[in-house]
């Protein structure tokens, strides 16, 4: 069956006058003490702790001396660490700019000469400690950049950790300090694979993910899986936001396998997972052993690829499509999918 095109610019228009800031705030409100970013190791962040890390971490880049508008890279993998970071650049009115864990030095130094960020935020992948010390090179060679700051342990000399600042805030150990909300920016840049740099309008986005309650059946007691590098930032902003507006687990890996995939998935709620559409047989391939999908949120990256038909063999009740269109900043709309093969097939039987 055709899906249908949700248009981005009518999408655009009809946008929640809602943002991250607020969606992180309502949830926190509601239901303070439910699981919201899990980690591959199953320890998980409420949404009490995502909001006040959030804030905290907004309050903390202002008091540095970062102000509401300054460029911030982030060059993190899909961690919770990575979420909590992006709602707090939100938060406090900075620009993100995600960047992938392995940046070359070049593509690096082009970013920084031409967007002037102040800061770079960076998490090492595993024990490595390659992603830091590119961030650390990458900042001493720039002109702008003020600030480096990571996770550790472990960190250069010159690094600010943000790791044991997130524990005591988990611990309810240190005394929060919030800044004053800003008004969120309208868009992040990112760098996508193949040297590309985006600009991505966040109003879309939201407004498609506010309707995934809808066209992908998700609920609260939902889990989104987003087995997502930070190199497909659309993926990783699309299961932050849908994960607040349906107050459901969002599960990040960086590393998808099956076994972290089945580790991931719980056979007693309904699953969703966010995945990059050019990789279509291979999500079919890790999750053909798993229980059906209630949906499969695909990440698109044009019109081309969007009217790609998903593999046949994928299983999943709803096929939604998120797709960026290049050209300028980025725009970002729905593809909907009446039905999926899995739910002909149900549907036939």
Same mark, same amino acid.
């Given at each position: 069956?055709?899906?249908?095109?949700?248009?981005?610019? %009518?999408?655009?228009?009809?946008?929640?006058?809602?943002?991250?800031?607020?969606?992180?705030?309502?949830?926190?409100?509601?239901?303070?003490?439910?699981?919201?970013?899990?980690?591959?190791?199953?320890?998980?962040?409420?949404?009490?702790?995502?909001?006040?890390?959030?804030?905290?971490?907004?309050?903390?880049?202002?008091?540095?001396?970062?102000?509401?508008?300054?460029?911030?890279?982030?060059?993190?993998?899909?961690?919770?660490?990575?979420?909590?970071?992006?709602?707090?650049?939100?938060?406090?009115?900075?620009?993100?700019?995600?960047?992938?864990? %392995?940046?070359?030095?070049?593509?690096?130094?082009?970013?920084?000469?031409?967007?002037?960020?102040?800061?770079?935020?960076?998490?090492?992948?595993?024990?490595?400690?390659?992603?830091?010390?590119?961030?650390?090179?990458?900042?001493?060679?720039?002109?702008?950049?003020?600030?480096?700051?990571?996770?550790?342990?472990?960190?250069?000399?010159?690094?600010?950790?943000?790791?044991?600042?997130?524990?005591?805030?988990?611990?309810?150990?240190?005394?929060?300090?919030?800044?004053?909300?800003?008004?969120?920016?309208?868009?992040?840049?990112?760098?996508?694979?193949?040297?590309?740099?985006?600009?991505?309008?966040?109003?879309?986005?939201?407004?498609?993910?506010? %309707?995934?309650?809808?066209?992908?059946?998700?609920?609260?007691?939902?889990?989104?899986?987003?087995?997502?590098?930070?190199?497909?930032?659309?993926?990783?902003?699309?299961?932050?936001?849908?994960?607040?507006?349906?107050?459901?687990?969002?599960?990040?890996?960086?590393?998808?396998?099956?076994?972290?995939?089945?580790?991931?998935?719980?056979?007693?709620?309904?699953?969703?997972?966010?995945?990059?559409?050019?990789?279509?047989?291979?999500?079919?391939?890790?999750?053909?052993?798993?229980?059906?999908?209630?949906?499969?949120?695909?990440?698109?990256? %044009?019109?081309?690829?969007?009217?790609?038909?998903?593999?046949?063999?994928?299983?999943?009740?709803?096929?939604?499509?998120?797709?960026?269109?290049?050209?300028?900043?980025?725009?970002?709309?729905?593809?909907?999918?009446?039905?999926?093969?899995?739910?002909?097939?149900?549907?036939?039987?």
């Amino acid at each position: 069956m055709t899906p249908k095109i949700a248009s981005a610019d %009518d999408r655009a228009l009809a946008a929640p006058s809602v943002n991250l800031t607020l969606l992180l705030a309502m949830q926190a409100a509601m239901q303070p003490r439910k699981p919201f970013l899990v980690r591959a190791d199953g320890k998980a962040w409420t949404f009490q702790e995502t909001d006040i890390a959030a804030a905290h971490l907004a309050w903390l880049l202002n008091q540095l001396g970062v102000a509401k508008g300054d460029r911030v890279i982030l060059m993190a993998p899909n961690s919770d660490r990575a979420a909590i970071t992006l709602a707090g650049l939100l938060r406090g009115g900075f620009q993100p700019f995600l960047a992938p864990t %392995d940046l070359p030095f070049a593509d690096g130094f082009a970013i920084t000469t031409n967007t002037r960020p102040t800061a770079v935020i960076a998490e090492n992948v595993g024990a490595s400690g390659a992603t830091i010390e590119a961030a650390a090179r990458l900042a001493a060679a720039s002109a702008s950049v003020r600030f480096v700051l990571g996770f550790g342990p472990g960190l250069p000399k010159g690094v600010m950790d943000l790791s044991p600042r997130l524990e005591r805030i988990r611990d309810g150990a240190i005394d929060v300090q919030r800044a004053d909300d800003a008004v969120e920016t309208a868009t992040l840049m990112a760098a996508l694979p193949g040297g590309e740099i985006a600009e991505i309008a966040l109003a879309p986005l939201l407004a498609t993910c506010a %309707d995934l309650g809808s066209t992908a059946s998700l609920r609260s007691g939902d889990r989104i899986v987003s087995p997502l590098p930070l190199r497909d930032p659309v993926g990783l902003a699309a299961g932050l936001f849908a994960g607040l507006f349906a107050g459901s687990e969002l599960a990040l890996l960086d590393a998808p396998d099956r076994r972290a995939l089945a580790a991931a998935f719980d056979t007693q709620r309904a699953c969703h997972l966010v995945w990059p559409a050019a990789h279509d047989h291979l999500a079919a391939e890790l999750l053909k052993d798993q229980p059906p999908l209630r949906s499969l949120i695909r990440r698109c990256r %044009d019109l081309d690829e969007e009217q790609q038909n998903a593999a046949p063999d994928l299983r999943a009740e709803h096929i939604v499509n998120i797709a960026t269109r290049p050209g300028g900043a980025l725009r970002v709309g729905a593809l909907r999918s009446e039905a999926s093969p899995l739910r002909q097939t149900r549907a036939a039987s």
